[in-house]
């Protein structure tokens, strides 16, 4: 795609926009903000907007969109290095004094590489001097493990926007030099910058010390940062309205952030402690001020129900008009007043995750509900009205057997019956879906030392599973490859040296096994090994506040098959965000 194509791409983009920000560039710092996938799916992505929001609030600073171009342009850009542009004013990226990655997703780090070389920059931080704009590597992946990608990043932005955003820009305004700046950004909390950091390897490969280099006093580990429950600030919503995306036109808003249940593999659930409710009245503003631009609003959380005005809140958006759809549903939170209150608004379809179909196998991850509670819940959204459930299941779980495989058939199977005790007497019947996925160990779980398991384990329990859900009508199941978990895998449980397998993967178009290869790098030593005798992981550069004996103790619980059962929801559990002045 020309130029010139390019900019009239951009002018119908904004056409069909409302909500985005124009700043004259001159006395400003230049912001290009990227995310690593196409203006579809990145104008759905709720903190990627956060972060627009965060820097154009800030009188100095003009922050513009970049984008992943769509896949037949993609091509021609990688061949015009310096052709990357921002969509609001056209301006190339590398004109820009920062270029700031919004990064969410594993299968997104070969986007970051091409997005690099498209914008005409060196992928290495090693290989940028001050021609370049320094280059920031933030969102939901850094602070759990950065250091897949931090030889491509000059600074590594570690935790909340909301504390990162001011205190970046803050730094780069008193900066003086590159080099200085770095240093000094180095010793505060949430900023990670690589080339300050040393890493010393084993002669068995495995990480023996993370070093700040000599005089930059960097802090090792880097601490993550989070908005403390007593500051004041908006919830995350949406700020650009446009068709052009995954939702359409609607409404996103963060209720709650954090989950208090601790399941045993969940990485959020972990990381975004403590659990804090954003304010429902402000909440209802927001909705309010948006109510010309949407009908439909998404309820961002990982615990929806923990926010202890929640009926209010569903109520009050329901009087408004809004036809409300969260994100996922916690099972234990699911109450009749909840449902019915979702269903009045129009929701038609529901998802809740069992993880196992096996209480044993549940009690295991710490999944604090038991079939009899799953079914008196599938039994409650059918009666109310709602038509369809997503299910979201796991396999090649630390103790499953093939009775626990079978156990999802049955679990599936009593569910349907529910659905269609309340839909043939309605005369319709709605529609359950089940989305399987197999365990990838995640950094900063209870399970970060476990190796994933074997190709040969998972595709056994692929190959069962399939076998025990063919023919289940009204049953969809949607089973993950092995093959997309072992990627995944490989860029969750990865150090630097796994940097060179991702550019290799984005040349090669994601062939990871022969992109390891290519780089020298043998991803069983990631992927399937037994981390338990480590003295550091490669996530361990990143202070997020539990300890490893913690860990420890959660996953030798689940190894007894305990459950850690969550605080009752109260004040004194739940933290109550104060609404900003």
């Not at 949406?238 to 952030?257: N, Q, W």
């Not at 072992?486 to 096994?513: H, K, M, T």
């Not at 619980?557 to 009752?568: I, Y």
Request: charged letters at 25%; glycine letters at 8%.
């Amino acid at each position: 795609m020309g130029k010139t194509s390019r900019r009239d791409e951009s002018s119908r983009l904004l056409e069909r926009e409302v909500g985005y920000v124009r700043k004259p560039h001159a006395g400003r710092l230049r912001v290009a903000l990227a995310f690593p996938n196409t203006y579809y799916v990145g104008m759905s992505n709720l903190g990627f907007q956060t972060v627009y929001r965060l820097f154009n609030g800030l009188d100095g600073v003009v922050c513009e969109r970049v984008f992943l171009p769509g896949r037949s342009d993609v091509a021609a850009a990688l061949e015009r290095p310096g052709s990357l542009a921002a969509v609001e004013s056209g301006t190339p990226v590398r004109d820009f004094d920062v270029l700031a990655f919004s990064v969410s997703f594993e299968w997104d780090y070969t986007n970051v590489v091409s997005l690099l070389r498209m914008a005409g920059l060196p992928l290495f931080a090693a290989e940028r001097d001050n021609r370049y704009p320094l280059v920031v590597i933030g969102g939901a992946v850094t602070f759990v493990n950065p250091e897949p990608l931090a030889p491509f990043a000059d600074v590594v932005a570690a935790g909340e926007g909301e504390v990162l955003v001011p205190a970046l820009v803050t730094e780069i305004a008193a900066a003086t030099d590159r080099q200085s700046f770095l240093e000094r950004l180095s010793r505060q909390r949430g900023f990670y910058v690589p080339s300050l950091v040393t890493v010393r390897y084993g002669d068995d490969g495995t990480i023996a010390a993370f070093e700040p280099a000599s005089g930059s006093g960097a802090s090792v580990p880097v601490r993550k940062a989070a908005l403390p429950a007593s500051a004041g600030g908006d919830p995350p919503s949406t700020m650009i309205f446009t068709p052009d995306t995954e939702f359409g036109s609607r409404l996103l808003v963060e209720v709650v952030r954090g989950c208090a249940n601790l399941c045993r593999f969940c990485w959020a659930g972990y990381n975004y402690l403590p659990v804090r409710a954003f304010p429902a009245d402000r909440i209802l503003e927001i909705a309010r001020a948006a109510r010309a631009h949407a009908n439909r609003i998404g309820l961002v959380s990982i615990a929806l129900c923990d926010h202890p005005e929640i009926e209010r809140l569903l109520s009050g958006l329901l009087a408004m008009g809004y036809s409300i759809s969260p994100a996922s549903l916690r099972l234990d939170d699911l109450t009749e007043p909840v449902v019915r209150l979702l269903r009045e608004s129009g929701e038609r379809s529901i998802t809740i995750a069992p993880e196992t179909g096996s209480d044993r196998l549940r009690r295991v991850i710490n999944k604090t509900m038991t079939n009899d509670e799953i079914l008196d819940r599938a039994d409650l959204i059918f009666r109310t009205g709602i038509d369809n459930l997503k299910l979201y299941f796991m396999i090649a779980l630390p103790t499953e057997t093939d009775d626990d495989l079978a156990a999802i058939r049955g679990l599936s199977i009593e569910i349907k019956e529910r659905m269609l005790a309340h839909g043939r007497p309605r005369g319709r019947l709605g529609r359950i879906s089940a989305s399987v996925n197999p365990l990838v160990p995640k950094p900063g779980t209870a399970y970060q030392w476990l190796p994933m398991a074997s190709p040969a384990i998972v595709e056994h329990a692929i190959t069962r599973l399939r076998s025990l859900t063919a023919g289940i009508d009204n049953v969809y199941f949607s089973i993950k490859s092995e093959r997309h978990a072992f990627y995944q895998a490989l860029l969750s449980l990865g150090d630097r040296r796994v940097a060179p397998v991702i550019v290799a993967a984005e040349r090669n178009g994601g062939q990871w096994r022969a992109a390891a290869a290519e780089a020298g790098v043998d991803p069983a030593f990631y992927v399937y090994r037994d981390r338990s005798r480590d003295a550091l992981l490669p996530w361990d550069i990143i202070d997020g506040g539990l300890k490893s004996a913690f860990y420890r103790s959660e996953f030798d619980k689940g190894l007894r098959e305990e459950w850690t059962l969550p605080p009752k929801r109260a004040a004194e559990n739940i933290r109550l965000l104060p609404m900003a002045p």
